[in-house]
């Protein structure tokens, strides 16, 4: 990923000892993670009678940080002389925060300073943002309602894995978002299930989506509770709408809602296909209605295992925000496996989830192919089948669509549709 780097010396004289000051610096647009570095000398050598080498501490400087807001992030004192923080994770000590542009501050400790004084190198590194293929989980049960695992247990499972990020949502409940975890390696994102006995929703992306309780009893006061958890910033997934046994029955043509659940994990294969079919039909209505999967992960049972399926987003990073938005704006795909086949598809810039003007040519690139594998590129006019031959793994095309209102893929392996894109869309 793109850095880039600033470097800055601040000379602290004896007269500061035991104060706390500011350093400022400028944090530039589109950072994911910033990084700060110092060194200082901090102990003197001498020798002594007979040999001995006799250490002493002249200097302690101390760390901690501030935010582009006057926010505190953290501190870390003199044991570290390397910190990181981004919002999809920190060092120790240090919160989970947006790394938003503007003027940041160091905040130096001059615990201890010699006479007559000390000269501190600061590193301050900028990791960019860009897009990045990640591969999670939209929707997963613990502890805090009928799964069998913590929160933290199915985060580190799930990173075991190979996941980037996952959601936890809970049924009807987000007490787990409010003392989420910081695993290393992957996102925990907050999310809860909206359950009610004519159906389901995902509140993705907000640790809080509702004050009042859960409960309605009309279709009315059901669109109402997801209305003031999309007010409050929620992500709304209507969850497995077509499932024979907790359906959505609350209609799916009235808007109010963000994304459909296409695949989920412990839905009987009819539901999806009926559920695919629907979705294919209101595309080529014209309307932009993104889709995900989720495993609906309760505990290790044959179906709805962590993973499967897999939602593949493109994000920016793996900030929460970043991921959120890719879902929001259908960014990506879903998968039948983790390990399955990579897509990637542009037209004149635009990627799944976004608008090319009318007739742009589109570059499509599938990995991970097998032999017998059958790629489908599928319009509201017409229907393209490619079937791989033996020992693919790679294949490239470039199409041009000039009446359609919308290109997406699919990939059938062994009789089943094992990766549904969302649509590039054209003006």
Known sequence: MKTSQITFQEYIPKTKERTYYELPFSVPENVCRIDIEYAYPRHRET????????????????????????????????????????????????????????????????????????????????????????????????????????VRDTALTAKSLGLDYIFITDHNNYAHNLSAPDVPGITVLPGTEWTHYDGHAGLLGVARPFGSAFCVN??????????????NGAVIVLNHPFCPFCGWHFGMD??????????????????????????????????????IGGSDFHRPRPYGQIGLPTTALYAMSRAPRDI????????????????????????????????????????????????????????????????????????????AFPAARFVRFELVRQGKTFLISNPIYFA
């Not at 006799?54 to 570290?80: C, K, T």
């Not at 805090?144 to 695992?149: F, T």
């Not at 009309?218 to 007010?231: G, H, I, T």
């Not at 496996?337 to 990579?342: E, F, G, L, N, Y």
Request: proline share 3%.
């Open 218 to 231: 009309s279709k009315e006061e059901a669109w109402a509770k997801l209305a003031e958890a999309r007010e």
């Open 324 to 399: 959120l938005a890719a879902v929001r704006g259908g960014n990506g795909y879903l998968t039948l496996d983790r390990d399955a086949p990579t897509l990637w598809a542009e037209a004149d810039g635009a990627i799944l989830g976004e608008t090319a003007p009318a007739g742009a040519e589109t570059v499509i690139r599938f990995e991970g192919l097998r032999g017998g594998d059958v790629i489908r590129i599928l319009t509201d006019r017409d229907t393209e089948e490619i079937v791989c031959v033996p020992d693919v793994y790679r294949i490239e095309l470039t199409r």
């Open 254 to 291: 009235e808007g109010g809602y963000d994304v459909i659940e296409l695949v989920n994990g412990g839905a009987v294969a009819d539901a999806s296909e009926k559920c695919l079919a629907w979705w294919h039909d209101r595309l080529c209505e014209g309307k932009k209605i993104p889709v």
């Open 47 to 150: 020798s002594g009678a007979d040999g001995v080498t006799l250490r002493q501490e002249v200097n302690i400087v101390d760390l901690a940080l501030r935010d582009a807001h006057g926010g505190y992030v953290g501190a870390s004192g003199s044991d570290r002389t390397h910190i990181y923080v981004s919002a999809f994770e920190s060092a120790q000590g240090y919160a989970r925060t947006d790394t938003d542009p503007g003027e940041w501050a160091i905040i130096v400790g001059a615990y201890k300073i010699e006479d007559p004084g000390v000269t501190v190198a600061y590193t301050v590194t900028f990791t960019y943002r860009e897009r990045v293929l990640l591969k999670g989980d939209t929707h997963m049960h613990t502890l805090g309602s009928d799964g069998c695992m913590s």
